[in-house]
T-cell receptor, first 112, second 111 residues
Framework: GAVVSQHPSWVICKSGTSVKIECRSLDFQATTMFWYRQFPKQSLMLMATSNEGSKATYEQGVEKDKFLINHASLTLSTLTVTSAHPEDSSFYIC????????FGPGTRLTVL | ELKVEQNPLFLSMQEGKNYTIYCNYSTTSDRLYWYRQDPGKSLESLFVLLSNGAVKQEGRLMASLDTKARLSTLHITAAVHDLSATYFCAVERINNNDMRFGAGTRLTVKP
């Protein structure tokens, strides 16, 4: 149990376009989901906390107008990177919490 | 602010040797996690430690938690090549929805 999926697994896009990443809890409901970003050879950095039915809470330094988070149901949260630029290229990992956090497989974003 | 310090950052070991990775954190927290990450992959959960004195073991890995010292250790016994990966500790404060990761320890086990 406690499986979290992400889609897509990887995406390549042109600079200036928007990309949507989905995070789903497959066999449980999660009131709270989290979005992390990991640059190569670095640790995971919490970007935002997503709560079902309410606005996301963003960490300091994360632009909420650039990284749009929607948590429309207890099993789905989405992260949209708007007007992506090469510096947004990263590995994005979501997690869903029930008792503890369970992590998705990650989405590798490359912006050309 | 919750801060997590992990050391060493890089660890090269011979097979069969023992070593310990350390994780210090700055404020009282609810849970401490240890994860393994292989290149290009997401996190694999190894241990969740909840209370002072907690000790968990799985195979050649053993994790412990001292909440008074705000210290957790991940001990590797008789390392094998398959343990080569990056290991992260992470500390969670549930009421704050706050989860902070250590910088990671890149472990290489050499034959």
């Amino acid at each position: 149990g406690a499986v979290v999926s992400q889609h897509p697994s990887w995406v390549i896009c042109k600079s200036g376009t928007s990309v949507k990443i989905e995070c789903r809890s497959l066999d449980f409901q999660a009131t709270t989901m989290f979005w992390y970003r990991q640059f190569p050879k670095q640790s995971l950095m919490l970007m935002a906390t997503s709560n079902e039915g309410s606005k996301a809470t963003y960490e300091q330094g994360v632009e909420k107008d650039k990284f749009l988070i929607n948590h429309a149901s207890l099993t789905l949260s989405t992260l949209t990177v708007t007007s992506a630029h090469p510096e947004d290229s990263s590995f994005y990992i979501c997690s869903a919490r029930v008792v503890q956090q369970f992590f998705g497989p990650g989405t590798r974003l490359t912006v050309l | 602010e919750l801060k997590v310090e992990q050391n060493p950052l890089f660890l090269s070991m011979q097979e069969g040797k023992n070593y310990t990775i350390y994780c210090n954190y700055s404020t009282t927290s609810d849970r401490l996690y240890w994860y393994r990450q292989d290149p290009g992959k997401s996190l694999e959960s190894l241990f969740v430690l909840l209370s002072n004195g907690a000790v968990k073991q799985e195979g050649r890995l053993m994790a412990s938690l001292d909440t008074k010292a705000r210290l957790s250790t991940l001990h590797i016994t008789a390392a094998v090549h398959d343990l080569s990966a990056t290991y992260f500790c992470a500390v969670e404060r549930i009421n704050n929805n706050d989860m902070r990761f250590g910088a990671g320890t890149r472990l290489t086990v050499k034959p």
